[in-house]
């Protein structure tokens, strides 16, 4: 699972000059989950987070290169909950390493999909998450009361890789929180887009898309992310492997 390793190297490279909070993650550190979407309502909000008119974007990107990701951890770039007092820019990034993923490629496809959409949703009781997947954005809105309860980065991330671990495939999962302004939300959504690309192609491929790069609208995605053409041409091979054009 090499997909996604350069999304993963750009997005370090845009964190590159912040110094993050780091915490290791301990089961048990969760934040409480009331199980189902809670509504805050603007009168009990304390602040929002990734509202519109500020910076914003969410995505999550797998590997299964240890070296990228390397242990379950919680990264904190910029204020902590307890410390922001207005709306700001927001974002969240979940690096996951996966496991048995390079064989059957469908399986792969499907296994992905199940860890990024299906089944692990997070419900922090106090922290209502908004998502705008067709704009790559997340908004949150916490609660007063949340914040006189001491809710922080750490238990909800926490929370998240808690979540996300409950999938056998997931070996390690870092969760990322960037709040600091001096970041640029602007590429980081950028990536975004193009993680979802590279998921999207990935379903083409498996539906049996025609193996001529020449016309094929998938090209400049595949021109840029590596491993995508050899995904393809390795495909069900019979055909697929002979006679493509690039
Ligand atoms: S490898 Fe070529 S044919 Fe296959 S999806 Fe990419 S550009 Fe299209």
Known sequence: MELYNSLIRDTQALLESGAPKAWPYRPGSE???????????????????????????????????????KEDQVLL??????????????????????GVLDGDDEAVYRILKDIEFAKYHVYPEGYMVRM???????????????IRRGINFRQIGASYIQA??????????????????????????ELAKKANAVTNT????????????????????????????????????KGADKGHKH
């Open 132 to 146: 705008s997947p067709e704009n790559y954005r997340e908004q949150v809105r916490v609660s007063k009361q949340a």
């Open 31 to 69: 934040w409480k989950d009331i199980g189902s979407s809670e509504l805050v309502l603007q009168k009990d909000a304390a602040f929002e987070l990734g509202c519109s008119g500020r910076g914003s974007a969410n995505y999550v990107l797998f590997t299964s290169s240890p070296e990228l990701v």
């Open 202 to 237: 990935l379903t083409h491929i498996l539906e049996g898309l025609s193996t001529d790069c020449t016309v094929c609208a998938l090209k400049d995605i595949c021109d840029e992310v590596e491993g995508m053409k050899e995904l393809h041409f390795g495909v069900g091979d």
């Open 164 to 189: 996300y671990k409950k999938d056998p495939n997931v070996l390690n999962a870092t969760v990322i929180f960037v709040t600091a302004p001096n970041f640029d939300f602007g590429a980081m959504k």
């Open 77 to 98: 770039y910029g204020k902590d909950l307890g410390e922001i007092s207005g709306p700001v820019d927001f974002a969240r990034i979940v690096l996951l390493r996966v």
